[in-house]
T-cell receptor
């Protein structure tokens, strides 16, 4: 049963524009969310996180927004760069350690 | 190297063959995790070790899957009598503590069962 859902398998954005990646979740007990970035043939790397006590967290070009009432979060990348092209996973921990991942969204940033 | 190291990177196994996948975590990391990522899916949790103790193996899909970390460092994921549905990338991760933002993933072992 998929508790973290990323319904857009792919997204294409022009360099310099904003990329918005969406994530929905079903488990209201989740209190912490993470975004991971994955290049081909590499393991996922941590990008940014947000606690459920916040509705926004920003780190440079990356901002994550959390809407708890809608059980929805989004990752904004602005401005997008070609090097941002990767698969992005939304995840939430269960039991404090086991990460529940979405299926990922493949972002392509075109020059 | 300083990262999580996994071997072999690529493995082709005939159906019914046993395989062993190795993970060398970052030195000093007490927590170690195994995840399975099938094609087009996100990683799925398999098992969790704290030092040599396997605290959670609820994600192992069948009793053909076995993981160990006998000395609290290197871990091995063993799959017996492999089936085609076992084809996936097996990711190992380690952390000083279990919180998600300090988890470091290896590059994965790509298993194809033919």
């Amino acid at each position: 049963d998929q508790q973290v859902k990323q319904n857009s398998p792919s997204l294409s954005v022009q360099e310099g524009r904003i990329s918005i990646l969406n994530c929905d979740y079903t488990n209201s007990m989740f209190d912490y969310f993470l975004w991971y970035k994955k290049y081909p043939a590499e393991g996922p790397t941590f990008l940014i996180s947000i606690s459920s006590i916040k509705d926004k967290n920003e780190d440079g070009r990356f901002t994550v927004f959390l809407n708890k009432s809608a059980k929805h979060l989004s990752l904004h990348i602005v401005p997008s760069q070609p090097g941002d092209s990767a698969v992005y996973f939304c995840a939430a921990p269960i039991g404090g350690y086991a990460l529940n991942f979405g299926k990922g969204t493949s972002l392509l940033v075109t020059p | 190297g300083a990262g999580v190291s996994q071997s072999p990177r690529y493995k082709v196994a005939k159906r019914g063959q046993d395989v062993a996948l190795r993970c060398d975590p970052i030195s000093g990391h007490v927590s170690l995790f195994w995840y399975q990522q099938a094609l087009g899916q996100g990683p799925e949790f398999l098992t969790y070790f704290q030092n040599e103790a396997q605290l959670d193996k609820s994600g192992l899909p069948s009793d053909r899957f076995f993981a160990e970390r006998p000395e609290g460092s290197v871990s091995t994921l063993k799959i017996q009598r492999t089936q085609q549905e076992d084809s996936a990338v097996y990711l190992c991760a380690s952390s000083l503590d279990p919180t998600g933002n300090t988890i470091y993933f290896g590059e994965g072992s790509w298993l194809t069962v033919v």
